[in-house]
């Protein structure tokens, strides 16, 4: 990370290289991206170290200054808060020399005192740690283990590590440190994980070595180890696991799958389906794989791209512009098919009534309980204003339950006929716009050539309009006095 305030400074991830306009946006992307990390970086300036040793020791010689009330005695970050502060020291997974975890409590200094630096000079107790870290790969350095960049296996030595790679991944070649990441099956290497990933899927998607069985998952990892782990997320969280095909990495919820996506492998958020949370190189091929596999969506307000769901279609229309489509959004009436449910068939109030069809059912509640019912899709209401919301929302653009003349929508047919019966003529055709001389499109009344910006104005205009005004004679000359004259006072 590069020095200076945060307006004018870049800070960068020492594990993936991303770059940052800020230091809150480089510690998050920690936090969901390389938590175990995240865990042995300091507080302060974000640096990564090998063990808590390590970090300690850096924290009391470039750190020592708290300037807020509360800070973490391993990496020592700050806060005003002690509670938020509590949530913090979860992170580090702090066990005492019997493998149990450590009070969070006793893991925060209260800044009102000096901080006391550790005595280094002497041998200190075995301090508690966290889970051991694997580190990149380094030719030529065997002062600790090496790890393997496709199972995360620790190793003793170089050759050990050599050997396992060429034995359970089947690689020609050795990842190296500027390209850590070799594909198992050919043995081709890349810079990034998700240009490895890219690869596999486009290289050797389908091969059963790294492709899930399961029909309604098909997923691809870039190793057999971790096609393995996800076996065991389809018994955990069912048909469509939150598990990411790059990194492997399983998460509890699809908020926390997305939020990693976001920080980790921004550059495949656009490409990632919504429902089955599959991973394709283009829009194009994800549009096909929602048409042909997830075809209706079930949602009131689903994303015609990736098919994710939204409860309102404004968010739904600000999530559309990650796809970086250029078509317009269709209307749900367009593209949502209204399947009816065994339950719709049944009334509520009347367990013994049977019926055969949606509009039976529909006339009974009209009927028998004054009910307000949708006539485009299953819903009914107690009140006429929750159906108008409903339709508004769900409806909007619909011919059966919107005027073509004001664009105006009604909550059923029926009140469409009516409002269409205020119109002076239902057959009239919209007037098309014209270009005025200050190049505005405006709708403009033949009779007096009075403009109005909207159609509807247009037409309301025209139920009252008898043509161009009459001009008005000029008044008489005054008097020295300043009184006119008329002549009807003659």
Known sequence: ??????????????????????????????????????????????????????????????????????????????????????????????????????????????????????????????????????????????????????????FPSEDALLKHISVMHHATAPATPSMPYACELCGVTYTTRTERWNHMFQEHGGDEKITCPQTQC?????????????????????????????????????????????????????????????????????????KSKHWPLDSDHSCDVCGRAYTKRSKMARHREIHNVTDDIPLPSMYRVFKPKPDDMKCELCPDLQVDTMEAIKEHRKTEHAMYVCDLCPKYYSRSTHLWKHVNRVHK?????????????????????????????????????????????????????????QNWLLQKHKKTCKGPKRPTSPLPEPDEDGIFELSWMD
Not at 228 to 245: I, V
Not at 433 to 453: A, D, T, W
């Open 218 to 290: 098909g997923k691809v990892f870039v190793s057999s180890v971790l096609l393995q782990e996800h076996a065991a997320h389809h018994t955990e969280q069912g048909d469509y696991p939150n598990t990411c095909e790059i990194c492997g990495k399983m998460w509890k919820s699809r908020v926390e799958y997305f939020k990693h996506v976001m920080g980790v492998h921004p550059y495949c958020l656009p490409n990632v389906c919504g429902i089955c949370l599959k991973i394709f190189l283009s829009v194009a091929d994800l549009r096909e794989h929602v």
């Open 1 to 154: 990370m590069q020095g200076g305030s945060d307006f004018d400074s870049v800070f960068a991830c020492e594990i993936c290289t991303r770059e940052f306009g800020d230091r809150a946006s480089l510690w998050l992307h920690m936090v969901h991206g390389h938590k175990e990390e995240a865990a042995l970086s300091c507080g302060n300036c974000l640096k990564v170290f090998r063990d808590n040793l390590s970090l300690l020791k850096h924290v009391e010689e470039e750190h020592p200054t708290m300037q807020r009330r509360y800070s973490c005695q391993v990496c020592g970050r700050q806060h005003d808060s002690r509670k938020k502060l509590m949530k913090h020291v979860a992170i580090h997974n702090l066990h005492d020399q019997y493998g149990k975890p450590l009070d969070p409590g006793t893991m925060i200094n209260t800044n009102n005192q000096p901080r006391r630096a550790p005595a280094f000079n002497t041998p200190p107790p075995a301090p508690p740690t966290t889970r051991p870290v694997p580190p990149l790969y380094s030719p030529g350095d065997k002062s600790f283990a090496v790890g393997c960049q496709l199972c995360a296996k620790l």
């Open 397 to 453: 653009g619909h011919p059966d339950v919107t005027c073509r003349i004001c664009s105006k929508v009604s909550s059923s047919r029926g009140h469409l006929e009516k409002h269409l019966i205020a119109h002076d003529n239902p057959n009239t055709e919209v007037d098309e716009p014209q270009m005025n001389e200050f190049g505005e499109s405006v709708h403009i009344c033949h009779l007096c050539q009075k403009q109005f910006k």
